[in-house]
């Protein structure tokens, strides 16, 4: 009996606008008039800055901790700029970019690191659910949002964003399957910055791209640059209309880098070749981005010095407006999770400390700790 | 979370510069006193236990006070930095005086070093010397340094290969580098001497070394790696009652037979694996020294299962990695063990759990000299081996004079738990083995 195949493909890697400044204008038509194009390197600009100085923030004890975007801010933006508005952006933690196109003001990203969950109450008709921290929990929501899409009959996808660690968690196979399996309309854009805070990627995954994990789903995946502009707006644009149309989701690997540290707490100088973070310095969004605006005459050194400018003022706004709101009171804490709270709950919130860590109960209130620390 | 700064802005308090970070230690001021800050302006570079940071001040101000010196370690939340309230910049001038002095940043590479239990019998001053001998040999060698430090290089533009190492285990620490800025051409050249002087020299300087009004020529904060050794020892000496035998083996015969090992390996083989090997089974002769204490519970746990910890000398400071199960290993087996954990200590890529759980340690205290020592017992283990360096000896058997080599052994255990005669027995057990390679290994 002749060995047949069983199963052959292949994955593509679709790159628009590289790092050498080759534009590919016929893969780009139509995806982003120039006057947007503008207004997404201005925006960038504005998310960069921001990023330099809540890490400044986070350093002078003004912001709890602070995972910078910097180096990664196509991929979410992209992804935002093609959507429809009211799609469901699912984010992890570095969309800066993404949200904020999307409409979320700047101060409610600042507040949530600054621990005050007030910055996750994003509002309702913008779609964004809150920053995900733990690693992976976002993609299982991605997924039912989509489901309950489905279910009512609206026209409404979901787009999550998790990073290469993520795909090792059970929680991004659970999603997967159920998105395959239910023909659900998500689309899963995974930003590999090839290093989990210290873990490189090819210790996790032993495939030569993450794209193929979406092979195993039987679902359609696509590999793409993740620092392009282009190339992510054309995956997702596809990946969408797939969605939207025939209620599949995709996987999307984007390949990115994370310019800083994994947040605040970490030093990646300790694990990561400088030699590395060069190369990856020269593949800067931004960079190809303003070179591209250049060369079509859109852009040059006094608007860039304007840009800036405005981008400081911007920032500094927003930075004022998060400090400015009056901090949250310590019995907040217990105001978000239940309806009604059981009478041991509420004996803490009155007392203000739990009595599970072995303090004794006899113990006056006035022991525990001031402020409400997150 | 974050720290309360005064709301009159007279001073910066030392935030959280990680996550649960509570001290830092400052490697060096970016501002003077007097000096105007611009908001966001870097104020000092520090080093917490996860990271090297910069610091920028939260407000623009002036000035007025620095409090803490370079290499000192500052508590979170405590003022950091004063500044001139209600735009009094007049007093500048006179607090300029108090700008601290450059002083070295002392062993500031070893902040944050996570290191297991230690125990060892090394003196500081032993260390100290071999160190200064290893970095003046290391000619060619990439150099070693924290980043921190290696920032530090950058920065002042000073290349950290050419520069003489003063640091444990031939590290390059951020006082060398700053010497190295300084003066560079002089430094270079003591370079290239230290490189030509033969290996065993004995070097002695001519001169005393400049001093304070105390006498004292160096104050080396006692803190990092070194802290966390003397915790460690501390705690063993205080708890454990130590006492020491001591003994030698002839080790001619076991000699001739590493010898046929390393000829069928083609690799070299030290002493310390068939020592370990000797250990291992005179343990399971004598239970009692493969233990540990729960003094909590004042409970003895008697181990049916061998986990010896193996005492590694490395740059970070001494480690102790423990092979499990090292009594179902052969001598080779043991030797690659400890060669991979040795070499997973000092790439610092050992994880935690191979620091812990051993039930009795062997340390090689002769591996630069020496040939008995008093080794201190890795607390709960109740007994440590320390092994001597082995030299070639007139030794006498039947009345008649011989020459051999002979390994010298110092064992020492908690009193309380193993007494003298059965410490006694079991070295002699070792020795035995030690001395009948056949019986040890079998022909």
Redesign the interface.
Known sequence: MPIKTAFKTEIEHVSILDEHGQFDAKLAEGLIPDDDLLALYRHMTVCRHLDEVAFKLQRSGRMGTYPQNMGQEATSLAAAYVLEKTDWLVPCYRENAGLFWRGVPMEYVLLHWMGDERGNAIPRELFCTPLAIPIGTQMLHAAGLAWAAKYRGEKQIACTFFGDGATSEGDFHEAMNFAANLDLPVVFLCQNNFWAISVPGKIQCSAPTLAQRGLAYGMHCVQCDGNDLFAVAKVVKEAAARAREQSRPTFIEAVTYRLGDHTTADDARRYRDQAEVDLWKARDPLIRLRGLLKEKKLWNDSKEAELLEFAEREVAGAVQRAEGIEAPATTEVFDHTFATLDPQILKQRETRRTSSLGQQSGRSASHAPAGGSH | ?????PSDKSH????????G?HEAELIRWRVKPGEAVQE?QILAEMETD?????????WAGTIRELHGKEGEILNVGKPLVSYEVGGGAASAATSAAAKPKAHAAGESEDAGTVVGTMSGTLTVSERFARRSEESNTATARKALAT?AVR?IAKELGVDINRVAASGRGGRVTASDVQAAASAPATSARGHENGAALAPRSVVIPAERPPVDADGVSERIPFRGVRRKIAQALDLSVKTAVHFTVVEEADVTALLAKRNEYAKVLGRKLSLLPFAMFAVCRALRKHPELNAVVDDAAETILRKGVVNLGCAVDTEHGLMVPVVRDADRLAPVELADRVKALAEGCRSRTIAREELAGGTFTVSNVGSHGGMFATPIINYPEVAILGLGRSRERVLVKDGRFYAGTVLPMSLSCDHRVVDGAAGAAFLATVQSLLEAPETLLGS
């Open positions: 979370m974050s720290v309360k700064q910066f308090i030392l935030p959280d510069l990680g996550e970070v966001h996860k990271a090297l940071v910069e610091v920028p001040s939260p980043p920032r």
